[in-house]
């Protein structure tokens, strides 16, 4: 691919027929390698965007929505690339990353039938730092990306590593380059309530939220972290306040019933998706809460 000519729209054409492949994923056989090789395209495009600075928040909510059909049917899509072609030798010859979970369906199935205690770790896709998280670079030339991105990529990386207070100190750094960010102070917010520091943990939720466009948003995207770090009732209490604000939110309520089906209350997700369905407000959430129904 040349990454020299990426735009998002590249980006969003090649989401678009990845969903095309996912929402027939029932009915291709041989087709379903070309499925996963799109994935690489995607997740390239996501690496260079991503350093080039390009917001990409929406685009990773909806790729996502994607992803959890695979990984909720993986038993079935591993059956199928394990009958269509030698899967072993593919990834040993391509030196495939391990990142690169679609690739993997073999081993995420092992790991499911070992720790099944914590199958919503599976579904919720938590196998990076978290929404904000950068993405595998791949070793191309791309443009410098903007300092404080860097800085926020570095944070991400030290976040996830458990190294709370490394972490805090490279925010701070990507705070005072792009003070208008609100994603920043949020995850600062995050690190401190880990922490039980929760008094400056609201003040930076406070800021974050002040940031927003909209305090939805705010709601949104922080209900969306705590769903991908694990905290699940947290996250729940988010996507309510959400669906305070806006109660017609498709996106809310698709999110919600994600959270639900995590907890395993398949009767509540499958009430959310049926209301998604009937919103009818965003074609991709329509055709995904369809599917999950």
């Known amino acids: 691919m040349n990454n ?10 090649r989401i678009e027929e990845y969903k095309n492949h996912v929402v027939n994923i029932d009915s291709i056989n041989e087709n379903i390698r070309m499925m996963l090789t799109l994935r690489d395209e995607i997740e390239d495009c996501l690496s260079y965007l991503e350093k080039k600075g390009t ?3 929406a685009e990773k909510v909806r790729l996502e929505s994607f992803d959890i059909i695979i990984r909720t049917r993986m038993k079935m899509a591993y059956r199928k690339l394990a009958a269509s072609f030698d899967l072993l030798s593919y990834r040993g010859k391509r030196a495939i990353p391990r990142s690169r979970w679609w690739w993997y369906l073999d081993e995420l199935l092992k790991e499911k039938r070992s720790q099944m205690g914590k199958k919503w770790l599976i579904r919720a896709g938590v ?21 404080w991105l860097v800085h926020q990529m570095e944070a991400d990386k030290l976040y996830g590593e458990g190294k709370l207070d490394e972490a805090i100190g490279v925010y701070e750094k990507a705070r005072v380059l792009e003070p208008g960010n609100s994603t920043i102070p949020l995850m600062l917010g995050i690190i401190h309530e880990d922490k039980g520091l ?4 609201n003040g930076y939720f406070e800021r974050a939220k002040l940031l927003s466009s909209q305090e939805k948003d705010f709601y949104d995207l922080r209900g969306m972290i705590y769903f991908q770090k694990g905290k699940l009732d947290k996250a729940i209490v988010d996507v309510d306040k959400a669906l305070e604000i806006g ?10 019933g994600n959270i639900y ?28 809460a369809r599917f999950k129904m």
């Open 4 to 13: 020299k000519k990426i735009t998002l729209g590249d980006l969003r054409k």
């Open 55 to 57: 917001p990409l928040a």
């Open 198 to 201: 929760l008094r400056a943990a």
């Open 127 to 147: 196998t990076a730092v978290g929404l904000l998280a950068a993405y595998v670079i791949l070793t191309r030339v791309v443009p410098q990306p903007e300092p």
């Open 247 to 256: 109660p017609d939110s498709a996106f809310s309520h698709f999110l919600l």
């Open 261 to 288: 089906e995590a907890q395993n209350r398949i009767p509540e997700a499958m009430a959310e998706y049926e209301i998604v369905s009937r919103l009818d407000e965003k074609p991709e959430l329509t055709v995904q």
